[in-house]
């Protein structure tokens, strides 16, 4: 019997608009070596590694007259050229060319009658680079029995690790009538499962709505802030088809010696210096800031404690473990430390008991746990009414060591969020080798400026690096 989708894995199916699709993206920026970094290597790498991902050779099958959750099955005519696809810039490549690109390929939803993902290699970037761009459907990376292929194909020297061959021969995809008998053994076992799911393919969408709460009440913890709505601010709009990109490059260094000066955390300085740039783009578009302005994040964490997770842990061992706090971020405090001491303090209400993961614990995770705790994070974040949160922000620690794909060494990573419904903006962040690296994904009408806000990230760790002293 096929896996059938679980019902949170489904409702990112059933929830998908033309203005929200539901994938997750990535941006990893490589070196090319002198040996070169070229698409059919990549290919190769791809078909390599690809059996560590099984779910990454499947396809969603829905069941006739949708009495049941879809399932999955193999594709039997499987074509790893259409998923990993090449792409190329005018040279010299710019970075404001790269994100125009990453923005139109996030902007076009995956095809629904095939594997949900797609790898695009970039060439003819400045400074003999190339990019990486992935997209994967928020169906597919539940981290448990699937995590994001960006993970695999990543080594920790130049000399790729070498796998047994992988000899993949696709099951025979069941017929209608064999997935309708499967379903009405389903039914006949789970009962109230068959009106949930008529009232899904009626396109009740408050049927969907609240399946998906369910089990978003088991998974995550709500903060005591979701019983006000939240604040007022232009992120919350009507959006569009199509999105804008931009990124912003730190030093990890400046938020260990800000951790170091005031006794917080390196995500709480982060957040801080998200406060601090929301502050002086809403400013800069005269938008009335006072002083008791906020702007509402939903920040999702890894939340078991460390001594329940081994040195060898994978990424699905978090899986089912990922909470979402609401944090009002105190944009209109003008104070750079001051807006620190607020961020500090509500983050430390969260995360009493120890229930938080430590950065320490995430990157003992096998492989580049990054992309897939990203894709986690965005399915915490769905489960919630987006009357009560702003953005999404996650911020994901990653090694702290050089990482390779088919020798190529990668410089950076930039996460793409996805937008949520009435909301123009998710903000991603990864601290990999000693950097921390942004990625803003925007609406395209409504975030015309994202690269302002990009570019504002500077000035606000600036200003709270210069209250450490």
């Given at each position: 019997?096929?896996?059938?989708?679980?019902?949170?894995?489904?409702?990112?199916?059933?929830?998908?608009?033309?203005?929200?699709?539901?994938?997750?993206?990535?941006?990893a920026?490589?070196?090319?070596?002198?040996?070169?970094?070229?698409?059919?290597?990549?290919?190769?790498?791809?078909?390599?590694?690809?059996?560590?991902?099984p779910?990454?050779?499947?396809?969603?099958?829905?069941?006739?007259?949708?009495?049941?959750?879809?399932?999955?099955?193999?594709?039997q005519?499987?074509?790893?050229?259409?998923?990993?696809?090449?792409?190329?810039?005018?040279r010299?490549?710019?970075?404001?060319?790269?994100?125009?690109?990453?923005?139109?390929?996030?902007?076009?939803?995956?095809?629904?009658?095939?594997?949900?993902?797609?790898?695009?290699?970039?060439?003819?970037?400045?400074?003999?680079?190339?990019?990486?761009?992935?997209?994967?459907?928020?169906?597919?990376?539940?981290?448990?029995?699937?995590?994001?292929?960006?993970?695999?194909?990543?080594?920790?020297?130049?000399?790729?690790?070498?796998?047994?061959?992988d000899?993949?021969?696709?099951?025979?995809?069941p017929?209608?009538?064999?997935?309708?008998?499967?379903?009405?053994?389903?039914?006949?076992?789970?009962?109230?499962?068959?009106?949930?799911?008529v009232?899904?393919?009626?396109?009740?969408?408050?049927?969907?709505?609240g399946?998906?709460?369910?089990?978003?009440?088991?998974?995550?913890?709500?903060?005591?802030?979701?019983?006000?709505?939240?604040?007022?601010?232009?992120?919350?709009?009507?959006?569009?088809?199509?999105?804008?990109?931009?990124?912003?490059?730190?030093?990890?260094?400046?938020?260990?010696?800000?951790?170091?000066?005031h006794?917080?955390?390196?995500?709480?300085?982060?957040?801080?210096?998200?406060s601090?740039a929301?502050?002086?783009?809403?400013?800069?578009?005269?938008?009335?800031?006072?002083a008791?302005?906020?702007?509402?994040?939903?920040?999702?964490?890894?939340?078991?404690?460390?001594?329940?997770?081994?040195?060898?842990?994978?990424?699905g061992?978090?899986?089912?473990?990922?909470?979402?706090?609401?944090?009002?971020?105190?944009?209109?405090?003008?104070?750079?430390?001051?807006?620190?001491?607020?961020?500090?303090?509500?983050?430390?209400?969260h995360?009493?008991?120890?229930?938080?993961?430590?950065?320490?614990?995430?990157?003992?995770?096998?492989?580049?746990?990054?992309?897939?705790?990203?894709?986690?994070?965005?399915?915490?974040?769905?489960?919630f009414?987006?009357?009560?949160?702003?953005?999404?922000?996650?911020?994901?620690?990653?090694?702290?060591?050089?990482?390779?794909?088919?020798?190529?060494?990668?410089?950076?990573?930039?996460?793409?969020?996805p937008?949520?419904?009435?909301?123009?903006?998710?903000?991603?962040?990864?601290?990999?080798?000693?950097?921390?690296?942004?990625?803003?994904?925007?609406?395209?009408?409504?975030?015309?400026?994202?690269?302002?806000?990009?570019?504002?990230?500077?000035?606000?760790l600036?200003?709270?690096?210069?209250?450490?002293?």
């Open positions: 019997m096929p896996p059938r989708l679980s019902a949170l894995d489904a409702s990112f199916l059933y929830l998908e608009e033309a203005t929200t699709p539901m994938h997750v993206g990535g941006v920026i490589f070196e090319r070596p002198p040996a070169g970094f070229d698409y059919d290597g990549l290919v190769d790498l791809v078909e390599q590694r690809i059996a560590l991902v779910r990454y050779r499947q396809k969603v099958r829905h069941v006739p007259g949708n009495i049941a959750r879809p399932v999955w099955v193999d594709d005519d499987f074509d790893i050229a259409y998923h990993v696809r090449r792409s190329a810039l005018p010299p490549g710019s970075d404001e060319a790269l994100a125009e690109l990453v923005a139109r390929l996030m902007s076009r939803p995956l095809d629904h009658t095939r594997p949900l993902w797609e790898m695009y290699l970039v060439e003819g970037l400045a400074d003999n680079r190339a990019a990486v761009v992935t997209k994967t459907h928020q169906a597919m990376v539940d981290g448990i029995s699937a995590i994001d292929i960006a993970q695999v194909i990543l080594d920790v020297s130049p000399e790729p690790r070498v796998l047994p061959e000899l993949w021969m696709p099951h025979p995809e017929g209608s009538a064999t997935l309708m008998l499967e379903a009405l053994g389903d039914m006949v076992s789970r009962p109230s499962e068959l009106v949930d799911n009232r899904t393919a009626a396109g009740d969408a408050l049927a969907t709505a399946k998906v709460a369910g089990v978003a009440t088991k998974l995550f913890t709500v903060a005591r802030t979701a019983s006000r709505r939240a604040p007022g601010t232009p992120l919350n709009v009507d959006i569009s088809t199509q999105r804008r990109f931009a990124v912003a490059r730190t030093e990890l260094q400046a938020y260990r010696r800000i951790r170091a000066a006794g917080c955390t390196v995500n709480d300085a982060v957040l801080s210096v998200i601090g929301l502050r002086n783009w809403l400013l800069s578009r005269g938008e009335p800031v006072t008791s302005a906020a702007v509402r994040a939903m920040v999702p964490l890894s939340v078991r404690g460390e001594a329940d997770v081994p040195s060898s842990a994978t990424a061992s978090l899986g089912n473990r990922v909470s979402s706090f609401l944090v009002d971020l105190p944009v209109g405090e003008a104070s750079p430390l001051v807006r620190l001491r607020h961020v500090s303090h509500a983050m430390a209400e995360t009493a008991g120890g229930q938080s993961v430590g950065a320490d614990t995430l990157v003992r995770i096998g492989g580049f746990a990054p992309p897939t705790l990203h894709a986690l994070g965005a399915r915490a974040a769905s489960g009414s987006k009357r009560i949160f702003n953005l999404v922000v996650t911020n994901v620690p990653g090694p702290q060591f050089p990482l390779y794909a088919a020798g190529a060494r990668m410089l950076e990573m930039f996460p793409v969020v937008l949520a419904k009435g909301q123009a903006l998710a903000i991603g962040l990864t601290s990999y080798d000693g950097g921390v690296y942004y990625g803003f994904n925007g609406d395209r009408d409504a975030m015309h400026d994202v690269d302002v806000l990009a570019g504002l990230v500077d000035e606000a600036d200003e709270l690096l210069a209250t450490a002293g």
